[in-house]
């Protein structure tokens, strides 16, 4: 897989697949930067510190039973796993699976403009150490 675009998200959250209800999602990962500047160095130097990533989703939202709401209201403020991959397909080094614990931050149930798609986007915190694999 070389270029592509993004149209099938697999999105797998405390153990509910909604992949089918994904309209947008961000993986962030990254380190805290921590300044290792010395007396004599001309130019400021850091080493990598402790990591972290937050995973940010929009979902056309769900009322029914299984579904978006009912798998997200009950979780806010509790760790769960998740596992994302940029498609639904097999995981494969040109499709890596991302698991991890994280705690949902926060998590919009209804809102937005009359005659709008109805959406539920949800931010989750880590809540351990994020992995990748590609089998």
Known sequence: ???????????????????????????????????????GDNTRTRLGGIKDWTLTLEFAQDYAAGEVDASLFAQVGNSIAIEVRPDTGAVAA????????????????FGGQIGEQAMAPVTLQANGDLTRATS
């Open 1 to 39: 897989m070389a270029h592509f675009v993004w149209k099938n998200p697999y999105v797998l959250i405390n153990a509910v697949d909604l992949s089918d209800h994904v309209k947008q999602a961000t993986l962030d990962y990254k380190a805290e930067l921590v300044d290792d500047t010395c007396g």
């Open 94 to 109: 040109t499709n890596p699976k991302y698991t991890g614990n994280a705690i949902i931050e926060n998590y919009q149930p």
